[in-house]
C-alpha cells in the first residue's frame, strides 16, 4: 500500500517489466515488495526483471540498455522530485488535485507542531470552519421545513386524491415562506468532494505509517496508518478480529447523536415512522462495521468531525429557536 516499485527504460525496445520480492531464507509465505512483516524480518533479494522483443545479434554486436529503477515509499512529494512523472503511481482517484492539496496541507501543519494526530484534528476543525456556510444553510433550511410540516399535513388533508393541486399548494406555501425544498440537501452535496478527498486523502497518504498519537502515552494510536487497538482480545471474532478499537465505537456514538440533533422530517405514516426509528439505531451500527479496521487517522477524523457538528447544531438549534 504505502511502497512501489518502478522500472523506466532510458533506451532500448522493452516489452514487460517486473520487480519482485525473493527471500534470502526459505519461509512459509513469499516476500512481499516494499512490506518488511512483522518483528524483526529476514533480508530479502529484489529482482528487477525485464523482457525484450525479438533481438537479433551477429557475432561480436553488443546491445547495450539502460534503464531507471525506483524502489521505496510512495510518497507523492518524493515521486514528484524524482522526476519522470513518477508521481502518477499513486491513485488519488477523481478528486486527485483536491486531495493533493489536503495532503499538501496535512503536511504542512505537521511541519509546524510535529504530530500527524493534531495535523488531523486541526485540518478537521479548518475544513468544518470552511464548511460552516453549508452547514448553517443546510441546517436552517431543514428547521424551516420542519416548522411548515403541520401545514403541509393539513394541505395533504384538504388536497386528498388531487395530487396535481396539492402540488401546487405545497409549492405556493413554500413560496410565501421562503423555503426552498432543495435547501436542506444541496448545501450537504456541496461538501460531499471535501469529505471524500479527506476521506482519500486520510487513508491513502503514507505520511500517517508509523505515526503516533499518544493521548495515552504508548498504549493508544500507536500508529495512525492502522486500527487505534487499545486493547488484544485472547481470541479472534468475525469482523473485529482479536483487538478493542475504540475511536470506530465513538464514531458510531456520535453519529448516533448527531441524528438526534438533526432536524427530522415527520413521517408520512406509522410505517415509515417504524423505518425511520430503526435507521436512526442501524446507520450507526452499520458505519462502526465499515470503519473498524479503518486506519485510525481516518476514524479520528470523521469522530471529530461528528463532534463537531453536532456542536454546530446545539448552536444553530438555540440560534434559530
Known sequence: KYFCGIVKPLSGPGSSYRVSGIEAVPAASKAALGCGGSGASRWK??????????LNLKPGEEASYKFLLFLGPADYDLLASEGHGFQEIIDLGMLSPLVKVIIWLLNRIYGLIGSYGWAIIILTILSKVVLWPLTHKSFKSMKEMQRLQ????????????????LQAETMKLYKEHGVNPMGGCLPMLLQMPILFALFTALRNTILL????FWIIPGTWIRDLS???????????YPIIGDQVNILPLLM???FYLQQKFTPQQPAANEQ??????????????????????????????????????????GALAKKTA
Open 272 to 313: 415509515a415512522a417504524q423505518q425511520q426509528k430503526m435507521m436512526a439505531t442501524l446507520m450507526p451500527a452499520l458505519f462502526v462495521l465499515m470503519f473498524y479496521s479503518l486506519p485510525s487517522g481516518l476514524n479520528l477524523y470523521f469522530t471529530l468531525s461528528t463532534v463537531v457538528t453536532i456542536l454546530q447544531q
Open 252 to 254: 458510531g456514538a456520535s
Open 226 to 236: 492502522g486500527p487505534d487497538r487499545l486493547a488484544t482480545l485472547p481470541s479472534s
Open 45 to 54: 533479494y529484489l529482482s528487477a526483471e525485464t523482457r525484450f522483443s525479438d
Open 150 to 165: 403541520p401545514k403541509i399535513a393539513a394541505l395533504k388533508e384538504k388536497c386528498k386524491g388531487d395530487s396535481k393541486k
Open 209 to 212: 505509517r508509523h505515526a503516533p
